[in-house]
């Protein structure tokens, strides 16, 4: 088969699964199994991100340094070099390691430090982002000498889109999924690590929310990498890298969200560092409707008049809180249960803000995660 009809054959199977009904694990399974005849590669990491903060978490990896795991995620967080996060503010979704480098890869601390002692020869990164958030991002990595030509990153930048929207349509159906109980344990759930996200110590109910974020079989130790991803973040604000808050949602046990959320510790008595520590717990109301409101592609107006209906507000207050008439409430509404599939007030107050949310009195607290150090919001 011509490197043409390969192309042509990875394109549509990728529409495919993408109109398909795959939950996400199953849909990156697809993609990357599309792409590797088309393209070719011999390691990949693909992870989801949290909209707003864009970091990552639910990875969906293949790569020859997993003992090295903390390590590369620390230095995939403190590269610049076609970092998915200046891919999408240079909207540039997908470029390669020899273009951006101009072939002095040394330039990549990530392949400097790390990649080079694995035989990496190119990396091919991609973002997936649109103007409600950034939903993922995909590294493919080449050994041998092998390099990726121009015409393979044409075809994932023309796949992208399509990409970018299934990942958060899968996002959006994580919502309306049955839920199964969350993996609450005993007292809260703390992570520390040092500055090589080394882990120093954690409590028994982090453990249960790690086994439930990646599922590990029962004799081994559950796999921290969300865990990494946001305390990595935490390292790459400090070092100005990028300054998205370090935390992220994630979906476990059904339509249950958390939010991990990194910090730094203070020095000790001895002046020693501090570490970091990261703290998974379940997501508030007010960061699950900012989630539910990006996933499914609400407008502004569309996110104010949810965010009224979690207050509690009726069709009147509505109206005169936005300046509207209340047959432009409705008209509002009808296109809320459109883009959404929900049928009424009570359900889609529910989804958006979990089973115990109730609509009399509700006031979701203004703790919307976004991208910057700031309180306020970013645009739908």
Known sequence: MTSAALRHRAASQIERSSASALDERALRAEVLAALRPAI???AHVFLLTDPATTVGHSPHAEVPCLPRLPEAIRLKYLTTVNRWTSLRRDQVPVDRLHRATGGELSRSPMWRELLQDFGISDVMSAVFADRHGCWGFLDLWRTGGGTFSDEDVALLADLAPTICRA?????????TMPATGAAV???PAVILLDEQLRITGRTSAATDWLRTLLPTAPQQSPIPAAVYN?????????ARVDDNEPSAR???AGSTWVTLRASRLEQGDTGGPGGIAVSIEESSAGLRMDLFARSYGLSTRERQLLELLGRGAHTR???????ISDYTVQDHLKSVFAKTGLTSRGALITTALGPRATMPGLAPPPDVVIGKHSRGREGA
């Open 230 to 238: 946001v305390a990595a973040q935490l390292l790459a604000v400090r």
């Open 185 to 187: 344990g005993n007292g």
């Open 250 to 252: 994630s979906t476990v």
């Open 40 to 42: 070719g590669f011999d």
């Open 317 to 323: 207050d509505i109206a005169v809180e936005m300046s």
């Open 167 to 175: 990942l958060r349509e899968r996002q959006a159906a994580a919502f």
